[in-house]
């Protein structure tokens, strides 16, 4: 077999919109495992003083997480849609291209984005030691990251179901 040859089998359509459905579920899980870690080690502290704070720093805990579904929905959804969890279908090298790219936002964002929520919870972790009762304040700005999340997720689920 030529190098040519070992190229074009690696290089396939089928293999690129496979790398795009990897990226997605790989890099929106690295920033949500690091922003779940982020606010986890400010949680540990907090709890230490105040167990009883454990349902208001889950709450803040667990929306880094959400980005790390919305990278696996868009690798499910690409496999789905290149025959993987179906009827397999053949791909130009220009078609598994489309994927690939289609799968970046949600990757690119979910993985800062990730992180980026996971500094904004921990710093409403220390908001809740202080206040307890200011804790939908430290929701709702770790939810305001969240939002360029869901507009990264809905450019990549489009591109997809318009393929």
Do not use: C
């Amino acid at each position: 077999m030529t190098f040519s040859q070992i190229l074009a089998e690696i290089f396939s359509g089928q293999n690129l919109a496979i790398l795009g459905a990897a990226l997605a579920a790989t890099l929106a899980g690295i920033g949500s495992a690091k922003g779940v870690g982020i606010v986890g080690e400010a949680s540990s502290a907090l709890l230490q003083e105040d167990p009883s704070k454990f349902g208001k720093a889950l709450l803040l805990q667990a929306l880094p997480g959400t980005q790390g579904i919305y990278g696996l929905v868009t690798a499910f959804l690409i496999l789905f849609k290149i025959g993987v969890l179906g009827t397999p279908i053949e791909l130009t090298i220009a078609e598994g291209a489309y994927f690939l790219m289609a799968s970046l936002p949600i990757a690119i964002v979910g993985l800062f984005s990730g992180i980026a929520q996971g500094r904004v919870a921990a710093a409403g972790i220390s908001l809740v030691a202080k206040r307890p009762g200011e804790s939908f304040k430290a929701v709702t700005s770790a939810a305001l990251v969240e939002t360029y999340a869901i507009f990264a997720l809905l450019v990549s689920l489009l591109a997809i179901l318009l393929f």
